[in-house]
């Protein structure tokens, strides 16, 4: 044990060492490079040590190089087996290793337990501020899985254990570029836009019940209706908010694949955290703040023609209800990237829903009903409020204090500091193409036909957990994978060669004693048995043949106890290089 203990440390000083230098003047700069750590050289019965320096494979590494430290460059890479590994997490070392795991861009463990994966995953979840991913396909990954913050599953050969203690089952290994580059960034997109609009839609509906406490004598009258507080998550501002949750997404698929920089964000939670959060708070607060004070101001001192009072409760309550409607959906609108009929349907709709639930409520029910209700000092709110010109005033000027900036600020940071995202999009609707630096040749799309379709299902390749079809083994087996080789070579050696110009075939009788060798390649024995092999004669400067025609042992059928061997004739030169063992 303490054999890696010191490896493991001398390692890191290794690392940091390169770290000193990266960061000094840059004189003396070299390669470095971590030769071996476990030794197969042993002088004495010892054990193994640590071999490391300023080297290549083909010695010293010339001054200047570029080192796998730098940005740029090809980095290092550890590979650890289960029994090393062992020692590795053990609670002295665990630290140790993790530090110079993270210092790598690949870390392999081969022919490592169940329990080690789980132990992998559990050191960097404990001690890294990272989101961990576990992919496996069979029943020894499942506490790898499970360990995880988020487990995928491969249905392959290997069962369903893994699929089924994962969060997220898949086909195919190579399915994981688009769960994640795609799928999973969408997905954490929608996520962080639905929970900023339900803290800032929540913040502006509920603060406005406290300015209003500050002219109710803090009796705990509310500003709203009875029936515009419970439908106001429910009916009016839900369907927007789950539209975009489900179909909003800032660039396509392809773009997406195209360009894994766009991923970065949210490692870095760049979409949602305390600033984003406290920012909505704010703007909920202000929201409120101008949906209250604006209707208040402009019904304060207000008469109507016959000398009634216009600003009463019910008109102000209207009022205020109706610019928090509007400005809240308006403000889903302008957080909406990709719209679809969906989002129109949804968004419009809830707009107009409101109009026409108040029509019903306050304006076709009974006073009886609207009694029973709670909500009798409302009938005929709406007619009254939309005669009024100070309806239609504060409205506007609601919308134009909460909106415009919005608006404004949207158009300032898309002029001045676009992000990523937002160049891609303008270059896609624009038609100039990809931003530099990220161009990549365009995949060739294939077309679907009935026979392409027939020649995938039917292909002989095979990655076992990663495919549902089978491997080479029955083929190889059966003599049907390289039964087209001769005629492969045939046509190499040249255009007269086709699977039309065959020798005739020979049949003979099982062979029933010695074949004497015709070669003269190496020793001659006098006999070999069948049994074992069979050398059959193909140089083409043997007496016995002419150059530059076929073998005359060519096209024969060897036929001998439960095997045969069928060769075909080939008439260049080229093709009759070596000599051919048969094994029978």
């Known amino acids: 044990e303490q054999s890696p203990q010191v490896q ?27 030769a071996y750590i476990h030794s197969d050289e042993t002088t004495n019965g010892g054990g193994g040590h640590l071999n490391y320096g300023l080297t290549n ?36 070392l665990e630290r140790t290793f993790l530090e110079l795991a993270c210092k790598c861009k690949a870390v392999i463990c081969c022919r490592v337990t169940p329990l080690q994966k789980a132990e992998v995953v559990d050191l960097v979840k404990r001690n890294k501020k990272a989101v961990t991913l576990a992919i496996g396909d069979g029943a020894n990954d499942v506490s790898m899985i499970k360990t995880a913050h988020i487990g995928v599953g491969i249905s392959g050969q290997e069962g369903m254990q893994a699929v089924l203690s994962s969060d997220y089952s898949i086909g195919q290994f190579k399915y994981l570029e688009r769960l994640l580059l795609v799928h ?23 603060l406005t019940h406290f300015w209003f406490s500050f002219f109710c004598g803090y009796s705990a009258q509310t500003v709203f209706d009875a029936m515009f507080i419970a439908t106001y998550n429910l ?11 489900v179909l909003d997404q800032d660039v396509d698929d392809e773009y997406s694949l195209k360009f894994p920089q766009l991923y970065l964000p949210g490692q870095f939670n760049r979409f949602f955290n305390m600033r984003i959060f406290i920012y909505s708070v704010l703007h909920g607060m202000f929201s409120s703040l101008v949906i209250f004070f604006v209707p208040y101001g402009a019904y304060y001192t207000e008469m109507a023609a016959n000398g009634k009072d216009m600003g009463d ?55 009886s009903v609207l009694y029973k209700m709670g909500s009798a000092i409302s009938q005929g709110v709406v007619l009254r ?47 100039s193409g990809a931003t530099k630096g990220g161009d990549t040749p ?8 009935g026979q392409t379709r027939r020649s995938q299902r039917g292909s002989i390749r095979s990655g076992y957990a990663f495919s549902h079809s089978q ?48 070669s003269a390649v190496g020793p001659s024995p006098s006999s070999v048995p069948y049994s074992h092999q069979l050398m059959v004669n193909v140089d083409p400067h043997e007496p016995l043949t002419v150059p530059g025609q076929p073998s005359p042992y060519k096209g024969t059928r060897v036929k001998g106890g439960d095997t045969e061997m069928r060769r075909r004739k080939i008439e260049t030169e080229d093709s009759m290089d070596d000599p051919v063992v048969v094994r029978l």
């Open 385 to 431: 409020s939309m005669q009024t010109p100070h309806f239609w005033f504060s409205i506007l000027l609601v919308c134009i204090v909460l909106l415009l900036p919005v608006v404004l600020n949207r158009f300032f940071w898309l002029d001045t500091r676009p992000s990523f995202s937002d160049r891609l999009r303008c270059n896609r609707k624009t038609g």
């Open 471 to 518: 491997g080479f083994g029955d083929l190889i087996l059966k003599g049907k994978l390289f039964k087209n080789v001769e005629d492969l070579r045939g046509i190499k050696s040249g255009p007269s060669t086709s699977g039309a110009h065959l020798s005739p075939i020979q049949e003979l009788s099982p062979i029933s004693q010695p074949v004497k060798m015709l």
């Open 442 to 449: 365009p995949k060739s799309e294939i077309k679907r036909t």
């Open 57 to 92: 494979d083909f010695g010293m590494i010339e001054e200047g190089s570029p080192s796998p430290l730098e940005e740029g460059g090809e980095g290092v890479a550890i590979v650890i087996n289960g029994d090393s590994l062992g020692f590795a997490l053990t609670p002295r």
């Open 184 to 206: 999973g960034r969408w997905s954490y997109l929608r996520m962080c836009k639905f929970l900023r609009y339900f803290f800032y839609k929540n913040f502006a509906f509920t």
């Open 235 to 245: 009916l009016f501002t839900s369907l927007p908010v789950l539209a975009m949750g």
């Open 8 to 34: 493991l440390k001398d390692t890191k000083r290794l690392f940091a060492e390169v770290e000193r230098r990266l960061g000094g003047s840059g004189e003396g700069k070299g390669n470095i490079d971590i």
């Open 313 to 367: 409760l019910a008109v102000l309550e209207f009022t205020a209800f109706t610019a928090l409607i509007i400005v809240v959906n308006g403000q889903m609108a302008f957080d909406t990237a990709y719209w679809t009929v969906i989002n129109h349907i949804f968004l419009w709709g809830s707009i107009a829903l409101y109009f026409i639930f108040c029509f019903v409520i306050y304006e076709a029910l009974p006073a």
